[in-house]
């Protein structure tokens, strides 16, 4: 299927807005849903919603083989060992603070060190500087290259014997840079470091394989790769997760409780207290079962054309500027001498163009790029080179109408 024939599958996207065909350019905020997960998610509801892991009857046993089949859909998307590995949470800023509080408070002390860099995401900067306030650990900050990419290098000088945690990101979602996070997981196990990956940005769009990255933790979002909201991954060696303790207490993660001690269940459920994300489980392993039927490689590859081409004809605009390297995953970061990103994305969004605008939750980045806020475009499967040539129609008029303001 070409990018047109995929978007059919996308409802929301057969719609005007503001009296335009909608031009979808925020993915990194929020994939569009296809038809196959919208009605991956209805037919629980409709036909056997039911909790799961408790009941013997009928619903309660399709409910269960629907949450735990997701399940392996997702070991087999990421290449974990095993499904004990796969804890299912609210999304990545809660795999986050599972592993910070769960692993990292009670291993990382006064004195040890967490490296981290000045890109992340704030659900990958504030669990970390929070840590390193509850333990007295140092937090250090990989230094970024001229473009805002962290080199190989530069992460061998910055993690040492005393560093005890290296959390990193993927993939940018502000400069859709690349990170080494393989060459960067050798350096702190190295080093006898563990490693924490958001891929938060890199699962709907390359193949994330965590046996071959050899990180320890990685978490990622299910509704930035054409899922529902309100699921996300939380993947852990089991070494590690066996010793980590439960952030949320409950039911269904308990095995024995006594009136003063109670006792976990086994992996992954001693993680996924009270009733689970069961419909968000079932819409994210429809998600998994549509992206894989297009292939990682082919979205690469589109979204590696349509990015191409979106900074070669942004890169004609004068007075705009693009921030981040050359080679890039699938989004463009900009700012305009005439106007206010703000304002970019309300006279783009006149024109039934959606495009984000704001800090993107990354302030530290913002202030190395010293800039307030920058505009972004951000693509998927569904977006085409029209809707590059929209973006650029939109912009040549948000400068044309704030330069005649101001002039």
Known sequence: MNAKEIRELFPILNQQVNGHPLVYLDSAATSQKPVQVIEAIDRYYREYNSNVHRGVHTLGTLATDGY??????????INAKETAEIIFTRGTTTGVNFVAQGYARNFIKEGDEIVITQVEHHSNFIPWQQIAKQTGATLKFIPLAEDGTITVEAAEQTITANTKLVALGYVSNVLGSINPVKEVAAIAHRHGAVIFVD???AAPHIKVDVQDIDCDFLAFSGHKMAGPTGIGVLYGKRKWLEKMEPVEFGGEMIDFVDLYDSTWKE?????????????????????IDFIESIGLDAIRE??????QYAMDQLSTIEGLTIYGPKERSGLVTFTMQEAHPHDIATVLDTEGIAV???HHCCQPLMKWLNVSSTARASFYVYNTEEDVDALVKGLIK???????VFS
Not at 267 to 287: Q, S, Y
Request: aromatic share 10%; charged share 25%.
């Open 68 to 77: 735990e089949g997701a399940r392996e859909k997702v070991r087999g998307f």
């Open 356 to 358: 984000r605008a704001g």
């Open 267 to 287: 992996l992954p459920w001693k993680f996924e207290g009270g009733t689970p994300i069961i419909a968000g489980a079932i819409g994210l392993g429809a998600a």
């Open 199 to 201: 891929a938060a940005q």
């Open 398 to 404: 948000t400068k044309e109408y704030f330069g005649n």
């Open 302 to 307: 589109h979204e590696h054309k349509l990015v």
